[in-house]
Nanobody
Framework: QVQLVESGGGLVQAGGSLRLSCVAS????????VGWFRQAPGKERELVGA????????YYVDHVKDRFTISRDNAKNTVYLRMNSLKPEDTAVYYC?????????????????WGQGTQVTVSS
Protein backbone atom coordinates (compact mmCIF):
# COMPACT_ATOMS: atom_id res chain seq x y z
CA GLN A 1 0.00 0.00 0.00
CA VAL A 2 0.99 3.59 -0.64
CA GLN A 3 -0.48 6.44 1.33
CA LEU A 4 -0.53 9.83 -0.37
CA VAL A 5 -1.07 13.22 1.23
CA GLU A 6 -1.46 16.39 -0.82
CA SER A 7 -0.84 19.89 0.46
CA GLY A 8 -0.27 23.39 -0.83
CA GLY A 9 -3.73 24.27 -2.07
CA GLY A 10 -5.42 27.54 -1.28
CA LEU A 11 -6.97 30.70 -2.64
CA VAL A 12 -5.03 32.64 -5.25
CA GLN A 13 -5.83 35.43 -7.67
CA ALA A 14 -5.90 34.83 -11.39
CA GLY A 15 -2.40 34.99 -12.80
CA GLY A 16 -0.89 33.76 -9.57
CA SER A 17 1.02 30.60 -8.76
CA LEU A 18 0.83 27.68 -6.37
CA ARG A 19 2.95 24.62 -5.75
CA LEU A 20 1.22 21.47 -4.61
CA SER A 21 3.07 18.66 -2.89
CA CYS A 22 2.23 14.98 -2.73
CA VAL A 23 4.07 13.07 -0.01
CA ALA A 24 4.03 9.28 -0.08
CA SER A 25 4.54 6.71 2.61
CA UNK A 26 4.29 2.96 2.74
CA UNK A 27 5.26 0.81 -0.21
CA UNK A 28 8.25 1.88 -2.30
CA UNK A 29 7.23 5.03 -4.07
CA UNK A 30 10.25 5.59 -6.24
CA UNK A 31 9.19 2.84 -8.65
CA UNK A 32 5.77 4.38 -9.24
CA UNK A 33 4.54 6.74 -11.87
CA VAL A 34 2.45 9.51 -10.36
CA GLY A 35 -0.37 11.52 -11.82
CA TRP A 36 -2.04 14.74 -10.81
CA PHE A 37 -5.78 14.94 -11.34
CA ARG A 38 -8.42 17.52 -10.60
CA GLN A 39 -12.14 17.58 -10.12
CA ALA A 40 -14.28 20.68 -10.34
CA PRO A 41 -17.81 20.79 -8.86
CA GLY A 42 -20.21 18.92 -11.08
CA LYS A 43 -17.49 17.64 -13.36
CA GLU A 44 -15.65 14.38 -13.74
CA ARG A 45 -12.17 13.91 -12.38
CA GLU A 46 -9.63 14.64 -15.08
CA LEU A 47 -5.95 14.12 -15.57
CA VAL A 48 -3.74 17.19 -15.38
CA GLY A 49 -0.42 15.49 -15.97
CA ALA A 50 1.85 12.66 -14.90
CA UNK A 51 5.47 11.83 -14.28
CA UNK A 52 7.38 8.58 -14.65
CA UNK A 53 9.16 6.88 -11.78
CA UNK A 54 12.49 8.50 -12.59
CA UNK A 55 11.11 11.88 -13.52
CA UNK A 56 12.60 11.56 -16.99
CA UNK A 57 9.20 11.53 -18.68
CA UNK A 58 6.26 13.82 -18.13
CA TYR A 59 2.88 14.25 -19.73
CA TYR A 60 0.47 17.19 -19.62
CA VAL A 61 -2.97 17.77 -21.00
CA ASP A 62 -3.09 20.53 -23.58
CA HIS A 63 -4.84 23.17 -21.50
CA VAL A 64 -2.15 23.18 -18.79
CA LYS A 65 0.92 22.80 -20.95
CA ASP A 66 3.37 25.69 -20.53
CA ARG A 67 1.68 26.65 -17.25
CA PHE A 68 2.00 23.54 -15.05
CA THR A 69 5.13 21.56 -14.25
CA ILE A 70 5.38 18.22 -12.47
CA SER A 71 8.59 17.18 -10.75
CA ARG A 72 9.60 14.67 -8.13
CA ASP A 73 12.20 14.07 -5.46
CA ASN A 74 12.31 10.37 -4.75
CA ALA A 75 14.68 10.85 -1.85
CA LYS A 76 11.87 12.80 -0.17
CA ASN A 77 9.06 10.59 -1.49
CA THR A 78 7.48 13.74 -2.87
CA VAL A 79 5.97 14.78 -6.17
CA TYR A 80 5.24 18.43 -6.94
CA LEU A 81 2.82 20.25 -9.18
CA ARG A 82 3.88 23.78 -9.92
CA MET A 83 1.04 25.85 -11.33
CA ASN A 84 1.69 29.24 -12.92
CA SER A 85 -0.60 31.74 -14.64
CA LEU A 86 -3.59 30.27 -12.85
CA LYS A 87 -7.05 30.87 -14.27
CA PRO A 88 -10.46 30.71 -12.60
CA GLU A 89 -11.18 27.57 -14.61
CA ASP A 90 -8.31 25.85 -12.79
CA THR A 91 -10.43 25.91 -9.63
CA ALA A 92 -10.87 22.32 -8.44
CA VAL A 93 -9.84 19.76 -5.89
CA TYR A 94 -6.46 18.45 -6.93
CA TYR A 95 -5.48 14.85 -6.30
CA CYS A 96 -2.26 12.95 -6.70
CA UNK A 97 -2.34 9.27 -7.52
CA UNK A 98 0.30 6.59 -7.87
CA UNK A 99 0.51 3.54 -10.08
CA UNK A 100 1.95 0.18 -9.18
CA UNK A 101 4.05 0.56 -12.31
CA UNK A 102 6.81 2.89 -13.38
CA UNK A 103 5.39 4.16 -16.66
CA UNK A 104 3.03 7.05 -17.25
CA UNK A 105 -0.63 6.46 -18.00
CA UNK A 106 -3.22 9.03 -18.98
CA UNK A 107 -6.04 6.80 -17.79
CA UNK A 108 -7.60 7.36 -14.39
CA UNK A 109 -8.32 3.65 -14.02
CA UNK A 110 -4.60 2.83 -14.16
CA UNK A 111 -3.86 4.60 -10.88
CA UNK A 112 -4.06 2.45 -7.80
CA UNK A 113 -3.48 4.75 -4.85
CA TRP A 114 -5.08 8.15 -4.25
CA GLY A 115 -4.66 11.04 -1.88
CA GLN A 116 -7.52 12.89 -0.24
CA GLY A 117 -7.14 15.98 -2.38
CA THR A 118 -6.38 19.64 -1.80
CA GLN A 119 -8.61 22.54 -2.80
CA VAL A 120 -7.34 25.13 -5.26
CA THR A 121 -9.50 28.20 -5.77
CA VAL A 122 -8.58 30.86 -8.32
CA SER A 123 -10.43 34.14 -8.05
CA SER A 124 -10.95 36.44 -11.00
Amino acid sequence: QVQLVESGGGLVQAGGSLRLSCVASGRTFSNSAVGWFRQAPGKERELVGAISWSGASTYYVDHVKDRFTISRDNAKNTVYLRMNSLKPEDTAVYYCAARRYSGISNQLRDYNYWGQGTQVTVSS
